[in-house]
């Protein structure tokens, strides 16, 4: 997380109470991404549709408060970051959004289909691997998810190459079958 952020003790509205307040949080930097301003943009240049490691860092801190630590991220939560994803045409965080993204998903969607998931702390940190926790077979996710990931993903201008190998590896050879019911839903481009 960068020092330039400043906490969310600053902006009391950032920090999250429960899973609901948390996505509303990301919704305010999401704004901050579309116009450059903000709470989260404050005491900084920021330029409209970018997307910076102090924009990756305020997520980051919504995502890990304490208040939501213990508990899955919710699909909501997940919209909110997708939606932070498609606007941000810019970006200067040196990948890190595109990985915290692909492990919220990937927290998302395992709790979901009703498999165990560590902490946030512990699952969507840099210092993490998403291969020591994450389903690495379609056959342990949900179907429903493996469709609503492939939803959120289809048709954006910005690929999230981390999310896509991610969902290539759900999709492996245990679920050929139901590759064959999502046509043309992914373009892993690979």
């Known amino acids: 997380m960068s020092a ?12 999250p109470s429960c899973r609901d ?8 930097v999401r704004d901050g991404v579309i116009t450059g301003e903000g709470p989260t943009t404050k005491g900084r240049v920021h330029f409209s549709r970018s997307l910076d490691v102090d924009d990756t860092a305020w997520c980051t801190r919504i995502l890990t408060a304490t208040a939501v630590n213990d508990q899955p991220v919710s699909r909501t939560e997940a919209e909110v ?21 692909a492990k919220a998903v990937a927290h998302y969607a395992a709790s979901a289909s009703g ?9 969507l940190s840099a210092d993490t691997e998403i291969e020591s ?13 493996l469709e609503w990931i492939a939803g959120q993903m289809r048709g954006k201008r910005h690929n999230n190459r981390r ?7 759900f999709l ?6 139901l590759a064959g019911q999502l046509p043309n839903v992914f373009d ?3």
């Open 4 to 15: 330039a952020a400043p906490k969310s003790a600053d902006s009391p509205s950032l920090e």
């Open 21 to 28: 307040t948390a996505a509303h949080a990301l919704s305010i």
């Open 81 to 101: 970051l997708f939606e932070i994803n498609e606007a941000a045409t810019e970006r200067t965080d040196g990948g890190r959004f595109d990985d915290l993204l």
């Open 115 to 123: 498999l165990k998931v560590p902490p946030r702390s512990v699952a």
């Open 133 to 145: 926790w994450a389903p690495s077979y379609a056959s342990k996710v949900n179907s429903e998810m």
């Open 163 to 169: 999310l896509m190998a991610m969902v290539a590896t």
């Open 172 to 177: 492996g050879a245990t679920a050929l079958p």
């Open 188 to 190: 892993i481009g690979m």
